[in-house]
């Protein structure tokens, strides 16, 4: 006879899973012990388990395929619980095996007694307690087809105990995996969205997420209508590339020429896209939106016909119906508007006559463009988000991981773990800022005793850079947004690693030359400028009031004349612009 913990080991090893990202604790040793016995099943250790759930979504990510973290009873298992969150808001499957207190203590208040299934319930699209051994081949078989099927995280709570229960051999000892369907509308559902298009002029569309694999129906269907192409961050990877209807990036991180080609849009495609910010939606075009969840219609903007489907199987179905447009008015004001755009960002990545701080800009663009072909990125919330959003360039090889929807700090350092776990010999580059790094510092530890490869880029401005621009922008001075930090590179090389900081431009390719070409974990330290402003693509009247009185009031502080020239400068050419 077998263990619980045997049989869930041998279904996800059927089911084509090889990692567990997780942290050990007593109530887990049932299931600790399963994965040591079975020796075919990698144990990916981690310092917090945070990090666990976000690697898991990670792997998930790159792998398209279920992911693994666990968590011992109380706070263990708590910890995941902001790593999941990402997940399910990423929408990509992860199974999270939550260890609980004894079953006969369950309600008593006992040692580190929480209620997992409520606190899990928002975070996932399954959550269950196994509460007798012979429930856990159905409830896993069940966990675990939610997660796939619904791309998104499935939590199995069960008792330290049950881990350790002999069964027989189950019926539900079987592979679970992902079905593949193709998901479009009806006819009668299309030949509205093609009457709509085929009579308007100005069509703009706009990508997301939902056009992974559909690269090339994108590019026929913007060449039939004439249309420029605009992705929300998530969809950076999938659309930017090989694409000469590409007018950048819209939203909070995004470009003018983004927002423009939206803004004077008669006709507003939306492809696979939950872009969550309604002040960057037009407020008169027509609306069209394609995606694979019914519910995520009209929840953004109001929209004029809504369909069903995948991207790919969708604009398939769409082309036949379209009529090819010759008019490029639009696309080529857009166009136009791109490149002018396209210039004034990149004049701000270069070294700057050998001034310091370093121009975050030139960090970005130059790790770029000395990074592999095929790259894996992650980045955190944050500055190094907007760096990552302008200057990374993708090539349909390259992957862009972070917490896009979740939006939390300190993702970059547990995204890199799961993603280089999945291929050691793949390149990894976190882009971390100096508080996101810091918040989960105990996860380098974790780089070298795996030692896993990943190459750390820090951003350091040894502030909260991305709060203090909110504050500017709302008229507040800074306050609470210092951070006193160590020298990154001197802390990375106490731990065995590489570590190199740079503190002039002029010795910054070096840096990222040696720790690329590093075989092992490698932090870059890099002092970049605190005051370098990554406003949005549209300021508003009250944005520009509040930089204007954050500007007085620091000089009435006594922070310094300079800092209102500055700013004042800096909002006039992006109001211009």
Sequence with gaps: ?????????????????????????????GFTDA????????????????????????DAAL?????????SCGPGNLHLINGLFDAQRSRVPVLAIAAHIPRTEIGSEYFQETHPQDLFGECSVYCELVSTPEMMPRILEMAMRAAIEERGVAVVVVPGEIFLAKMDKSPWLRPVLPTRSV?????????????????????????GAGVAGAHDQLLQLAAALQAPIVHALRGKEYIEYDNPYDVGMTGLLGFASGYKAIDEADVLLMLGTDFPYQQFYPE??????????????????PV????????????????????????????????????????????????????????????????????????????????????????????????????????TMACALPLAIGAQAV??????????????????????LSLAQNRLPVKIVVFNNSSLNFVELEMKAAGIVNFGTDLQNPNFADVAEALGM??????????????????????????????????????????????????????IRTVLAGRGEELLDLFTANVARRILD
Excluded at 4 to 12: C, E, G, K, N, T
Excluded at 36 to 58: C, K, L, P, Y
């Design 1 to 29: 006879m077998t263990t619980v913990a045997d049989h869930i080991i041998s279904v996800l090893k059927l089911s084509g899973v090889r990692r567990i990202y997780g942290l050990p604790g007593d109530s887990l040793n």
């Design 35 to 58: 994965i040591r016995r079975a020796g075919d099943i990698s144990w990916e250790h981690v310092r917090h388990e945070e990090t666990a759930a976000f690697a898991a979504g990670a």
């Design 63 to 71: 792998t398209d395929q279920l992911a693994v973290c666990v968590g």
């Design 183 to 207: 998901v479009r509308p009806t006819e009668e559902s299309l030949a509205p969205a093609a009457a709509i298009l085929n009579g308007a002029n100005n069509i703009t569309i706009l990508g």
């Design 284 to 301: 008169k075009a027509t609306v069209i939106q394609v995606d694979i969840r019914g519910r995520h219609l009209g929840r953004r903007t």
């Design 304 to 407: 004029d016909l809504g369909l069903v489907g995948t991207v790919a199987d969708t604009m398939s179905a769409l082309q036949p119906l379209l009529q090819q447009k010759r008019d490029r008015t639009h696309l080529d004001r857009c166009l136009r508007h791109y490149r002018k755009t396209r210039s004034s960002l990149d004049a701000l990545a270069v070294n700057d006559r050998d001034r310091t701080p370093i121009r975050p800009e030139y960090v970005a663009a130059e790790a770029s463009r000395m990074a592999t072909d095929d790259a894996v990125f992650t980045v955190d919330v944050g500055s190094p988000v907007v760096w990552a959003a302008r200057y990374l360039t993708m090539n349909g090889k390259r992957r862009l991981i972070g917490s896009f929807n979740h939006g």
């Design 423 to 444: 291929d050691r010999r793949r390149q990894v580059i976190a882009f971390a800022g100096d508080g996101g790094l810091t918040m989960l510092f105990g996860e380098l």
């Design 498 to 551: 590489f570590g190199r900081r740079v503190e002039r431009p002029g010795d910054l390719d070096a840096a990222l030359a040696e720790a690329f070409a590093h075989e092992g974990p490698a932090v870059v330290d890099v002092v970049t400028e605190r005051q370098e402003l990554s406003v949005p693509p549209s300021i508003t009247l009250e944005q520009a009031k509040g930089f204007s009185l954050y500007a």
